[in-house]
């Protein structure tokens, strides 16, 4: 019996006789996250883990090999760590060489003005230097981003695919890369405030500098324990409050019902916990985007950053950049061609586990705008 995403969906929703429209069972997922407490989410994600591993056993698509023994030890550190505080350091991933042939690779390609391509700015290619002094953000299409050295390597890599499955507790489902610059001086730029990412019930994100930062470059900033509900509540029950108090309900409220804590408050009440993530171009590290994070306003130097995520199941919420997936033939073999590679990255690379384009929670043409 052939793999489709249907099932799947229709599992992790609890829907076995229910909807046979993904999208539908998408947004009643999205919204059953928005509005669950953080204890009713968290029992919600191991019911989807186990109904994305039931499902991926009846499709004999198998979890990824063992780490290798000398490997194991360090696999273990950032699985805790990410579990722990939400956040873990992964080191200087990528060298200068690669870092200058990275840069050199997209010197000439165009950038779309906005946070990712279809999504915030004119959809519409320019050159780097004909937006960076106009829009807070530009990005690079996918086409390009799959093109550039090194960086398919990176999210294909074994060591961190590992690691991301044990922290998942599922094959991953890899989606949403993106390679954005961010420009001083010019206001309009996203996520400057600390918020939580509802992507999925369980996901996490790698992030790898291109360029240079600090704390007037757009460093990334992480309130370490603010995904977790239990950590949170002993904090906010430990610091010493005056006129005004907030419960730890009111960290966990979704931005878009409510604006987040201001970040004077999560500094306050997570005081040492917050972390300021400094680091030259090819410093990696890998956060569950649920916890408190922002990036800082830019005041100086500009900021090339990677990301990619990863999580239980297609939420749908790819803001990819090319609204793909695109070939596979595109990938040139840098990623893997066995079955559970292909359902990995079904949402970047076309195989018989992706679903068409028009199958996103953020698909243009249920938006009225079908410009491509």
């Excluded at 915030?120 to 780097?128: F, I, L, M, T, V």
């Amino acid at each position: 019996m052939a793999f489709t995403e249907l099932p799947l969906l229709q599992s992790v929703a609890g829907q076995e006789h229910g909807s046979d429209d993904h999208m539908v069972l998408r947004r009643t997922l999205h919204h059953q996250n928005l509005l669950s407490t953080p204890l009713a989410r968290e029992e919600f994600a191991q019911h989807a883990i186990a109904s994305v591993a039931e499902q991926l056993e009846i499709h004999d698509i198998h979890a990824l090999p063992p780490c290798p023994a000398e490997g194991q030890g360090r696999l273990k550190q950032h699985v805790d760590e990410l579990r722990r505080d939400g956040i873990t350091l992964l080191g200087q991933l990528l060298q200068p060489e690669q870092i200058h042939d990275i840069h050199q690779f997209l010197a000439n390609k165009p950038v779309y003005p906005g946070a990712t391509v279809w999504m915030y700015g004119d959809k519409s290619p320019h050159q780097k230097q004909q937006v960076e002094t106009s829009h807070a953000q530009a990005v690079y299409k996918l086409d390009d981003l799959i093109d550039s050295p090194d960086l398919l390597e990176l999210i294909s890599d074994p060591f961190l695919l590992k690691l991301v499955e044990q922290y998942l507790g599922v094959l991953p489902t890899v989606y949403s890369p993106n390679l954005l610059w961010s420009f001083p001086g010019v206001p309009g730029a996203i996520a400057k405030s600390f918020h939580r990412d509802w992507d999925n019930y369980r996901h996490c994100l790698l992030m790898v500098y291109l360029t240079d930062v600090d704390s007037k470059s757009g460093a990334h900033c992480y309130a370490r324990k603010s995904q977790d509900f239990a950590a949170t509540e002993e904090l906010v029950r430990t610091y010493q409050w005056g006129e005004f108090k907030m419960n730890t309900l009111d960290f966990f409220i979704p931005q878009m019902l409510r604006p987040s804590p201001p970040e004077a408050i999560v500094e306050e009440v997570f005081g040492e916990n917050v972390l300021q993530i400094d680091g030259k171009a090819g410093c990696a590290f890998l956060v569950n985007p649920y916890g408190l994070h922002r990036g800082l306003p830019l005041s100086l130097n500009e900021r090339l950053i990677f990301w990619c995520r990863f999580a239980i199941y297609d939420s749908g919420h790819s803001y990819d950049v090319s609204r793909g997936p695109l070939e596979r033939e595109a990938f040139k073999g840098r990623v893997g061609d066995d079955p559970t590679s292909r359902y990995m990255f079904r949402t970047l690379a076309r195989s018989e586990f992706s679903l068409p384009p028009t199958d996103s929670m953020h698909n243009l043409d249920t938006m009225g705008d079908k410009k491509r």
